[in-house]
């Protein structure tokens, strides 16, 4: 099953898994599919980004975001990611993505993406950085704001070390990339 129907699958079942409040969890099963593997015949790095990307999605649709920014010429995006692969998930193996908002500074989300293998260990994990883009005013927005326009209320712990690592090296890495480096 690639992408998109992995992506239809899961807006179709979007509402089974109910509403998404900050400090929830998305969690989607998949089985690693020949589609998916590379000549190490296990799930190819690009596969956990785009099976990252469905989390992510299933996110947005379940807090109402989707619709919110189609109705205000908004643009969820991606700003950076970090990865690290644990064990690898080989062909035919089932394993879940768990996907997390986990705190949010300003315009700057972080979220994660937990895969999971079916003896419940971690295979990978993936650390994000995003915002949500206002195209008519041409800036990102607070996140807060964009909680008030979904109609929620929810407050960020303070981020880990890790993420506040993380953070600083996405924010060095992207001003490398503005310089042309």
């Known amino acids: 099953m ?23 969890e998305s969690r989607l099963s998949f089985r690693c599919l020949p589609t998916d ?3 190490n ?3 190819n790095n ?8 469905v989390g992510r999605i299933d996110i947005f649709f379940r807090a109402g975001l989707i619709a919110r920014a189609r109705e205000k010429g908004w643009a969820p995006m991606l700003g950076g990611l970090q990865t690290v692969f644990v064990r690898e998930i ?29 003896t419940g260990e971690t ?8 915002g949500i883009y206002d195209r008519r005013n041409r800036r990102f927005m607070e ?13 960020p712990r303070p981020p880990t070390e890790a993420e506040r690592i993380f953070m600083a090296s996405h924010a060095g890495l992207r001003v490398l ?3 042309g480096g």
């Open 2 to 24: 690639y992408v998109w129907a992995r992506l239809a699958r899961m807006a179709l079942t979007t509402g089974r898994r109910g509403d998404y409040r900050m400090g929830d």
């Open 37 to 39: 593997i590379d000549f």
């Open 41 to 43: 015949w296990h799930l």
């Open 46 to 53: 690009a596969r956990y980004m785009m099976l990252a990307d």
């Open 90 to 118: 080989r062909l035919w193996r089932k394993f879940d993505v768990v996907s997390t908002v986990e705190t949010w500074e300003g315009t700057q989300i972080v979220g994660r993406h937990k895969f999971v293998l079916d």
């Open 123 to 130: 295979a990978a994990l993936i650390l994000t950085t995003a």
């Open 143 to 155: 996140f807060d704001e964009v909680l008030t326009a979904l109609g929620r209320c929810a407050t």
């Open 177 to 179: 990339a503005k310089q």
